[in-house]
């Protein structure tokens, strides 16, 4: 269920063309430099690819451009959480912005979801 060959392209292109947004998060959470945890970009979970997974604690984070304004691309986000949630996997959403503008704010918030929480 976990990167299957048959999304390995794809997960490939993903990591070769991150937003810049996924750039600077992955910036903070390679390395094990969140709580010691190991995070893996652009991670397939079934069909899906999220944007970085810990496979320890279960857990998605997923950046989320202005593409998912769309209704269409909504609807598919909300079928895709709701596949990953059924598998025991928590999702946390952080906006490009919130990543541009706030990105000191976003470990705590992480580390809130890892009960790790200052």
Same mark, same amino acid.
């Given at each position: 269920m976990h990167n299957h060959p048959s999304v390995k392209r794809n997960r490939k292109a993903l990591r070769a063309n991150m937003t810049p947004a996924e750039k600077r998060m992955w910036i903070v959470l390679r390395r094990r430099q969140l709580c010691g945890k190991k995070f893996r970009r652009q991670h397939s979970i079934g069909r899906y690819i999220v944007d970085f997974f810990c496979m320890e604690e279960r857990l998605a984070i997923e950046i989320d451009g202005s593409i998912h304004d769309d209704p269409l691309? $909504?609807?598919y986000d909300v079928e895709r959480q709701q596949f990953l949630? $059924?598998?025991? !996997?928590?999702?946390v959403r952080f906006s490009n912005e919130q990543i541009r503008d706030?990105?000191?704010?976003?470990?705590?918030? !992480?580390?809130?979801c890892l009960g790790q929480g200052e």
């Open positions: 691309r $909504a609807a949630e $059924a598998h025991g !996997i928590r999702v706030s990105l000191d704010e976003v470990p705590d918030a !992480i580390k809130e």
